[in-house]
């Protein structure tokens, strides 16, 4: 009887085989867009992922701010975040203030709430790049166009 192996990507080759993608986020739900780009830096788009190695691709994001949102949640939605002082500790932002001063943010954290939190989701985070216009600094690495299905 012949036993399979179950096949493990190691880190060594999943480092080999990152590729680059850009997506335009114009007109784009934000939270479609941000599960897209969590599965495209996870790895989970390709048939060697494993959910111990990051073996996930950069993704550069452009237009950010640009974003399209449904419903109420550009007063509703808040961004939350406590200073660990007492009383005057916390702080409250739209994301209508996001959009309007940091647009970059909004995806980030998005894409932030859909990975691993942990060692490998710190590192998973870094190969996203989100640019609040049309220019980023990546052309030289031939960025393929990601498109939406």
Known sequence: MKVEKTYVTTPEEAQANKTWYVLDAEGKTLGRVASKIAQMIIGKHKPTYTPSVDCGDFVVVINAEKIAVTGNRLEE?????HS????????????????????????????????????????MITKLKVYGGTEHPHAAQQPQVLEDK
């Open 77 to 81: 939605k808040m961004y939350v975040r």
């Open 84 to 123: 660990m002082y007492a009383g005057a500790g916390l702080k409250q932002v739209s994301l209508k203030k996001v959009l309007a001063h940091r647009p970059e943010r909004a995806i980030r954290e998005a894409v932030w709430g859909m990975i691993p939190h942990g060692k490998l989701g710190r590192r």
